[in-house]
């Protein structure tokens, strides 16, 4: 594919890039902020899983627009003179080995943002049934993504022509459902649960673990939904598919990267939020039973505002460090 309209939109798309990826390296820093401040010798397993995690996810991304800017600038300003302009050199140089790479890169990060949100689904949920279809659909992204990488890097191999063209659609049509499913079964147990808690501890109580940033956060939203952009441009054939391409892959990154530091803020959901009815809610280190609550309405022994003002666990037992990944 190598068209007017596909020479703007990957023009676009290297912008697109470096303006995103100016906002992950915001949310990196502020994420390392946060882990290197704790004393090494207090340093849990999902603080150095966080680090490692974010780290890969970093060089990930870097790789994939690196790349995309380097070969825009090959074909625009270092071959400007190529028999048969800008178009001819792509259909040359589309298998590059850096081009290769990148997109190795952006498999990858496919792979890892898909395995964190399968694994919140499960934290969400608490039940490991629930992901069974999602990690099913996981397994075939990669047999379809290592294929995919080997047809796309083969001499004269196109990612957008012919059967390299083909699987790629076969992959990002089950990596996407796959986005698709475990977001919306993300959202309908958040909801589903606020509806419960919130006749016990009122909106406002819950808001931090059921309201709009939680749901966008925690089921990855601008990343289904950029994928959703991505697959039907692309099953369309249109040139607009690498600008929406760029969308894909660096909300692959940035938003497993919110995620992370909304955990490291202690605002996300955990095993012991999910597991128990609306029965405890915890403020530091006091706790406050239901009834209590429903009593402080019409006594001065229990004032809400204390309960609510910091922020609130429904469980029956120590959050755990494990309890959030």
């Known amino acids: 594919m190598s068209n007017s309209l596909f020479q703007n939109s990957y023009y676009i798309c290297v912008n697109v890039n470096a303006i995103l990826y100016g906002i992950e390296l915001v949310l990196y820093y502020l994420t390392m902020r946060q882990l290197l401040q704790r004393k090494s010798g207090k340093r849990t397993r999902s603080d150095k899983f966080f680090m490692g995690f974010s780290t890969a996810l970093l060089f990930l991304i870097t ?33 590059v080995w850096y081009q290769t790479m990148g997109t190795a890169s952006f498999v990858f990060l496919n792979w890892l943002t898909d395995a964190l949100m399968i694994y919140r689904c ?41 059967k390299a063209e083909q699987l790629g659609l076969a992959y990002f049509s089950t990596t996407i459902r796959l986005n698709v499913l475990v977001t919306v079964l993300i959202c309908v147990r958040i909801l589903t649960y606020a509806r419960r808690v919130e006749g016990t501890l009122g909106p406002s109580s819950t808001r931090t673990y059921t309201g709009a940033a939680a749901l966008i956060i925690e089921s990855a939203l601008p990343y289904t939904l950029a994928g959703i952009a991505y697959l039907v441009s692309t099953g369309l054939n249109s040139g607009i598919s690498i600008l929406m391409g760029a969308f894909y892959g660096m909300f692959a990154c940035i938003s497993p990267q919110l995620l992370i530091l909304r955990v490291l ?11 128990v009815g609306p029965t405890t809610a915890f403020s530091g280190s006091r706790a406050v039973t239901a009834s209590q609550i429903t009593s402080a309405n019409n006594s001065s022994d229990i004032a809400l505002k204390d309960i609510t003002k910091d922020r609130i666990y429904i469980s029956t037992s120590t959050v755990q460090d494990s309890d959030y990944v």
């Open 63 to 95: 790789i994939y627009m690196s790349t995309e800017a380097i070969f825009g600038e090959e074909m625009w300003i270092v071959n400007f003179d190529f028999p048969g302009g800008a178009d001819a050199w792509f259909a040359v140089n589309a298998a």
């Open 122 to 162: 499960f934290i969400v949920w608490n039940d490991y049934r629930v992901i069974v279809v999602p990690i099913i659909l996981y397994l075939a992204t990669w047999a379809l993504g290592i294929i995919e990488l080997v047809v796309s890097g083969e001499p004269g191999g196109d990612f957008f022509v012919g």
């Open 265 to 275: 803020s202690g605002r996300v959901w955990t095993r012991t939020t999910t597991t």
